[in-house]
């Protein structure tokens, strides 16, 4: 028969209760940094934006974008942007698809669906416009083939479709990427701006009031699912981030010539 001494006993005691404190040890020593996350007055992504303020800059103040605002783009590139977004938002509907998905199943809050579903119906306005501004502007859209800065974003969107990728890294990037335009295009709407009359409805389908909310829907949704995951989910979803920016700069580039 195993008898247990007095001393045993306590020993014991003290291993139950250190088993029962280090999960509360734990928790608490990832809120700390969970805190860190936040700033007074905004979330995580507004700590990315900080952080990386050069790059976002580049990203949504590109020399074409600037060109567009003070008057000066040349149209040629106008044209070569127009062909190549009209076949990237064609890849981007299924990638658009894929985040739904994962709203639906790793979701907490319905509206989530609601407000991405939003996106997905806009997105075949949005191919009917590029084909009345193709027909506009006399790009043959049957004709454009994808340029390499294109077929690397869209690549880079078919990595995000995967299941293994987290809802709340694949939320992250679809409001970067929504996020870019929007400001983009705002900017060159702004007092002082002298985009040409042809190129204001495009300017305006990006830039308005409406998108610029609908922006800020899915930057609350991305905020609250990285101030609640885990800290490598968050750090996947930073680095997808500066991707997002990284690949605009390109296709800006690749746009302008």
């Given at each position: 028969m195993f008898i247990m001494h007095a001393g045993q006993g306590h020993v014991c005691q003290l291993l139950r209760l250190q088993n029962k404190r280090e999960p509360q040890i734990s928790r608490a020593a990832d809120e700390k940094v969970r805190a860190k996350k936040m700033e007074i007055g905004g979330g995580v992504i507004e700590t990315w934006l900080k952080k990386h303020r050069l790059l976002y800059t580049g990203a949504t103040k590109h020399p074409?974008?600037?060109?567009?605002?003070?008057?000066?783009?040349?149209?040629?590139?106008?044209?070569?942007?127009l062909g190549q977004d009209y076949l990237f938002v064609r890849e981007f509907v299924p990638f658009v698809a894929s985040v739904l998905i994962k709203a639906c199943k790793e979701s907490d809050d319905s509206s989530d669906m609601e407000i991405i579903l939003g996106g997905v119906a806009s997105l075949n306005d949005e191919i009917a416009?590029?084909?009345?501004?193709?027909?506009?502007?006399?790009?043959e859209l049957s004709t454009i083939v994808p340029q390499?800065?294109?077929?690397?974003?869209?690549?880079?969107?078919?990595?995000?479709?995967?299941?293994?990728?987290?809802?709340?890294?694949?939320?992250?990037?679809?409001?970067?990427?929504?996020?870019?335009?929007?400001?983009?295009?705002?900017?060159?709407?702004?007092?002082?701006?002298?985009?040409?009359?042809?190129?204001?409805?495009?300017?305006?389908?990006?830039?308005?009031?409406?998108?610029?909310?609908y922006c800020s829907s899915l930057q609350n949704i991305a905020n609250r699912?990285?101030?609640?995951?885990?800290?490598?989910?968050?750090?996947?979803?930073?680095?997808?981030?500066?991707?997002?920016?990284?690949?605009?700069?390109?296709?800006w580039n690749m746009s302008r010539g």
């Open positions: 074409l974008i600037l060109s567009i605002r003070d008057g000066t783009i040349d149209f040629s590139s106008f044209k070569r942007w416009w590029f084909k009345k501004e193709a027909s506009k502007w006399g790009v390499k800065a294109n077929q690397d974003y869209c690549r880079f969107l078919e990595s995000l479709m995967r299941p293994e990728v987290d809802y709340t890294v694949a939320i992250t990037a679809f409001w970067a990427i929504e996020a870019v335009y929007q400001e983009s295009f705002a900017f060159c709407l702004e007092d002082g701006s002298r985009t040409s009359p042809e190129l204001r409805e495009t300017c305006q389908r990006w830039g308005n009031d409406g998108f610029g909310q699912h990285l101030g609640k995951a885990p800290l490598d989910v968050v750090a996947k979803a930073e680095v997808v981030l500066l991707r997002v920016l990284e690949l605009e700069v390109q296709f």
